[in-house]
């Protein structure tokens, strides 16, 4: 069974309402137009949505995995380009928390307390997706900064963020070894971005190119010691799957669901409600299912990762099933919520398109459903 504690009871709740006030009726419009919703970015901000991981003093409420899904679901249910400026800024703030030192806190979080800060998390390169570790952009150390030196392509939330969590070498050549993890601010000579995606789905959420030429970052921006970036992007990085992707198809899934399940009652064909056809009902059954079970999965993973006893062996293929499933999931009832509606469904002046290409994305990012299926695999069967 799925408990939510009072205050993730109440958190939900209010991000329903300001979701169905706020985003929902600006959803379509920011799909067309591939804008950056800066109003809705400040709504977010306003009711603390921007913070959520951080102190209580800095705005946030010390989010746990499971409260950050929570929020990532209901956004998505509407939006989930929209939510995605929600995830990636969690994504930066939470490997601070986790792995950034005292001094790095106390100069970070100070910024983050007026709660209108956006972040991205950068680790794509054009010769280096699925295989991180084989990333080239460099960071060398040189005097008092490393010196930046590459491309990074797909950066969701790209030039409209503040603070960047970027994944470089710090020794190049050295595979996982010789990567470390930076925060790099907007603003900081030699670092520019290049092409924007025009992309099938998530659009509203700029998809975007960094790049780095002799960008120096001060040396207290790497987060723990050098070589430490392959272990964070497992460590806390691969936790996020659940409240990032997975909780994000959830969401999608469940938006369609309702959509399509309202129309089966209204829509009359052959002078009854479609609902009333047992080949829809059937349809609308076996949606619920996967939904319910994807569902089951993500809370059941989050509350392994929040119990915080369970070891990572166990976490690692829960977390990377719950990402798989719950994306596929929300691509089959997309797909069928679409057939559900007939004709109207394949046209823009209904969500459900915009849903089905949404979903289509979060299939691909945070780790293909194939890579997740090698780590689910390389559990079983450990490493050949
Ligand atoms: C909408 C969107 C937002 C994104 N946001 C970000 C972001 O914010 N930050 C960021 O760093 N990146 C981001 N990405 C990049 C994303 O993480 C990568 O696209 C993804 O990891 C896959 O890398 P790739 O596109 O290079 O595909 P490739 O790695 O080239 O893979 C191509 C195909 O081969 C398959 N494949 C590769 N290796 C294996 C294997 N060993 N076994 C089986 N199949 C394999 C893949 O599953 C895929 O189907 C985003 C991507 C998208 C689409």
Known sequence: MIHFTEEQKMMQEMVRKLVKDKVAPRAAEIDETDEFPWDIAKVFGENGLLNLVLPEEYGGVNANNT????????????SPACGLTVFTTQALLNVLVRGGNEEQKNRFFPKFASADKICAFVLTEPNSGSDAASIQTKAILDGDSYVFNGNKIFISTGEVSDFYLVFAMTRPGEGAKGMSAFIVEKGTPGFSFGKKENKMGLRGNPTVELIFEDAR??????LGEEGRGWKML????????????????LGIAEGALEYATGYARERIQFGKPIGSFQAIQFMLADMAILTEAARSLIYRASWMIDQGTESS???????SMAKCFTTDTAMK??????????????TKDYPLERMMRDAKGVQIFDGTNQIQRVIISRNLLGKF
Do not use: F, H
Not at 313 to 319: D, F, L, W
Not at 333 to 346: E, F, H, K, N, R
């Open 67 to 78: 409260t950050l899904c929570i929020v990532i679901e209901e956004i998505a249910k509407v």
């Open 217 to 222: 970052v001060p040396k207290e921006n790497l």
């Open 234 to 249: 497992t460590e806390y990085g691969n936790l996020m799957r659940t409240w990032g992707a997975a909780s994000t198809s």
């Open 313 to 319: 062996g166990k976490i690692e293929p829960m977390v």
């Open 333 to 346: 009832v997309t797909t069928d919520a679409v057939q559900i509606l007939g004709g109207y469904g394949y």
